[in-house]
């Protein structure tokens, strides 16, 4: 069985390069990008599927949320996680999440880890039922 992928969108590397090490070592393959306009290249390659996003809802290029409402229209089955300094963005993160919480910065890894697996468990439970 394939692992699942997951895309971090997160600008700042010495933020995303420990958390991308730490979800390796958990057993999912890790893409990464810098900004929006490297994830829509990363999302729109080959057969390629990417089951989890966490985007910065800062990230540099389009606006976090919009990028989010972007994922959600064009690639439905990916799992949205969106994470962000500001309480307010935080909370307008969750309405776009499928039944997820807006994680805040600085990264709890296990955290992290644990919305992942949340998410990947609900989408193999759906599958199995349909």
Same mark, same amino acid.
């Given at each position: 069985?394939?692992? /699942?992928?997951?895309?971090?969108? %997160?600008?700042?590397?010495?933020?995303? =390069?420990?958390?991308? $090490?730490?979800?390796?070592?958990?057993?999912?393959? @890790?893409?990464?990008?810098? $900004?929006?306009? %490297?994830?829509?290249?990363?999302?729109?390659?080959?057969?390629?599927? @990417? $089951?989890?996003?966490?985007? $910065?809802?800062?990230?540099?290029?389009? =606006?976090?949320?919009?990028?989010?409402?972007?994922?959600?229209? =064009?690639? /439905?089955?990916? %799992? @949205?996680?969106?994470?962000?300094? @500001?309480? +307010?963005?935080? #909370?307008?993160?969750? #309405?776009?999440?499928?039944?997820? /919480?807006?994680?805040?910065? /600085?990264?709890?890894?296990?955290?992290?880890?644990? #919305?992942?697996?949340?998410?990947?468990?609900? +989408?193999?439970? =759906?599958?199995?039922?349909?």
């Amino acid at each position: 069985m394939n692992e /699942p992928t997951v895309l971090i969108v %997160e600008a700042d590397i010495v933020v995303r =390069n420990p958390l991308a $090490d730490y979800l390796r070592a958990c057993g999912y393959r @890790v893409l990464e990008a810098s $900004d929006t306009v %490297e994830a829509r290249r990363i999302l729109g390659e080959g057969p390629r599927s @990417v $089951d989890a996003l966490l985007a $910065d809802v800062e990230a540099p290029g389009e =606006n976090g949320f919009a990028f989010a409402s972007w994922v959600r229209a =064009n690639h /439905p089955g990916t %799992e @949205v996680i969106l994470a962000g300094s @500001v309480a +307010r963005a935080a #909370e307008k993160a969750g #309405e776009l999440c499928r039944e997820s /919480p807006a994680l805040s910065k /600085p990264y709890d890894h296990q955290l992290v880890l644990n #919305e992942i697996r949340r998410l990947m468990a609900g +989408r193999d439970l =759906n599958k199995s039922g349909a």
